[in-house]
């Protein structure tokens, strides 16, 4: 092929694997969710009014997700800036307490609590980027403080730290930041 075409490829080698375990063996999970017109003669339903699309990619290897790829018009893509973060950086184990205030956390209590507590905290980045570990909570008034673990890829600690302080809905505290060593490749990991 031409020049441009396999610089092309080059690129995409360096997002299109799994930023745990550098794996190119990834799955895409595509969920549609289509509203079609009804044809009143025949019945046919094919007419497409709405369609919305989600999408997961998974690493075969290690049965991560990865949240730094997404599919668009059949084709994975890599989500902004955050699969360099991802893919070139480290695991990171930050031990930290978010106040946010209760109207935020649906249920404190029961099987919903951790994540409860962890999107309102994290937002959509708590559920689907980090993996975060409630190790209790303590109600202050109207609002709850929330004590983390959480590890998150990030290439410093620097870096780490902004993106918790970017994702975290209300005043953070980060108590410590370590970085861990990768997970080996292409180990099975534990389930989180
Ligand atoms: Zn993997």
Not at 10 to 35: F, K, M, N, P, T
Not at 70 to 99: H, L, N, Q, Y
Not at 132 to 150: A, G
Not at 174 to 180: F, R, V, Y
Request: proline share 4%; hydrophobic share 35%.
């Amino acid at each position: 092929m031409n020049e441009e075409h396999s610089h092309l490829d080059g690129e995409r080698g360096a997002w299109l694997r799994c930023y745990r375990c550098w794996s190119q063996r990834l799955e895409a999970q595509v969920h549609y969710d289509a509203i079609l017109r009804v044809d009143p003669e025949t019945g046919e339903a094919a007419e497409r009014v709405e369609e919305v699309q989600e999408a997961v990619v998974q690493c075969l290897d290690c049965m991560h997700d990865q949240p730094h790829l997404t599919v668009e018009e059949g084709r994975v893509v890599a989500i902004g800036d955050r699969w360099e973060r991802m893919v070139a950086g480290k695991p990171f184990v930050a031990s930290c307490t978010v106040t946010v205030d209760q109207d935020m956390v649906e249920s404190c209590s029961g099987p919903e609590a951790a994540d409860s507590l962890t999107y309102a905290s994290f937002g959509d980045a708590g559920t689907r980027e980090f993996f975060t570990h409630v190790r209790f909570h303590k109600h202050d008034d109207e609002e709850i403080v929330v004590h983390f673990l959480v590890e998150l890829y990030a290439r410093s600690s620097q870096e780490a730290s902004e993106v918790l302080e970017g994702s975290a809905r209300g005043p953070l505290e980060i108590t410590s930041l370590a970085e861990e060593s990768r997970p080996p490749a292409h180990a099975s990991d534990e389930a989180h």
